[in-house]
């Protein structure tokens, strides 16, 4: 890749990086508020909110940032697993992105909040967990990418064939 080009995909990589953390922090700390709260309309109010930041900015923050890691890792030294801090870094991504679709259900707290204080208890703390580990990933990640540990993979070379 030209350097500009190269230079531009980190830029974006970097902003919507920056971003994702940020929309992660904002739903913890809705999150953590609803759950909090004796007050179970503002839970309610708090849990309607949040599909609109997952799919306003955390989806597609996260498809843009696991789209532009991988560019540079494929067209740059580093490589995707060349280096142990890249392949973690995509690995963090990746799960940061599994952790959103498969454990974090705003939907359903909202809902559950509509059945009292009992109902929307049971899996709130739930929620913060899921969300504060999307949080320690993503910081983790950001670590990497300023340190850039220079252990190598160790690849085994494959025999060739006779």
């Known amino acids: 890749m030209r350097p500009p080009i190269r230079k531009t995909v980190l830029v974006i990589h970097i902003i919507v990086s920056v971003a994702l953390l940020g929309e992660v ?3 913890v700390v809705l999150n953590t508020a609803a759950t909090l709260t004796n007050d179970l309309g503002l839970a309610h109010a708090a849990y309607r909110l949040m599909p609109n930041l997952v799919f306003a900015g955390g989806i597609p923050l996260s498809l843009t940032a696991l789209v532009t890691g991988i560019t540079l890792g494929l067209t740059s030294h580093w490589g995707l697993f060349r280096y ?34 009992a109902a929307a208890a049971s899996g709130q703390w739930s929620q913060v967990t899921a969300l504060g580990a999307q949080i320690v990933m993503l910081i983790a990640s950001t670590v990497l990418s300023v340190f850039k540990p220079r252990w190598k993979l160790r690849v085994t070379p494959v025999p060739a064939a006779r």
Do not use: S
């Open 25 to 27: 922090w904002g739903l």
């Open 84 to 117: 142990y801090w890249v392949t973690v870094k995509l690995g963090l991504l990746v799960a940061v992105i599994c952790v959103g679709m498969f454990l974090f259900d705003p939907e359903g707290m909202a809902a559950a909040t509509e059945g009292g204080a």
